[in-house]
């Protein structure tokens, strides 16, 4: 059964940074070349927005315009675990962060058609 697992979450004040981690399992990364892997968040009563897409091998990267410059998305096979980096926070940052699996990935718009979800890992920032 392929699962994924968020963790790092908890709260913070504007200017902060939190380190968000997404252990896999059921499926290995570093012998998954059909996928690629994203974190998105959301707010409740908004649409859920992707926030940093990354590759099968890492090769590259996609950021949303609003946290580029700021968050960091990288993956480690060997512990088959998905990160991402947060630095800067803001207040705006704040929502429930959730870690995805997906089949397709786009230079355009990252990574899509995604078919496994985590639980989610909540982060606040306090202004």
């Known amino acids: 059964q392929v699962q994924l697992m968020e963790s790092g979450g908890g709260s913070v004040q504007a200017g902060g940074s939190l380190r968000l981690s997404c252990v896999a399992s059921?499926?290995?990364?570093?012998?998954?070349?059909?996928?690629?892997m994203a974190w998105f968040r959301q707010v409740p009563g908004t649409e859920r927005e992707g926030v940093a897409h990354?590759?099968?091998?890492?090769?590259?990267?996609y950021y949303a315009d609003s946290v580029k410059g700021r968050f960091t998305i990288s993956q480690d096979n060997a512990k088959n675990t998905l990160y991402l980096q947060m630095n800067s926070l803001k207040p705006e940052d704040t929502a429930m962060y959730y870690c995805?699996?997906?089949?397709?990935?786009?230079?355009?718009?990252?990574?899509?058609?995604?078919?496994?979800w985590g639980q989610g890992t909540l982060v606040t920032v306090s202004s």
């Open positions: 995805a699996r997906g089949r397709v990935y786009r230079v355009t718009n990252g990574c899509t058609h995604l078919d496994v």
């Open positions: 059921g499926f290995i990364f570093s012998r998954s070349t059909r996928y690629c």
């Open positions: 990354i590759t099968h091998g890492g090769g590259s990267t």
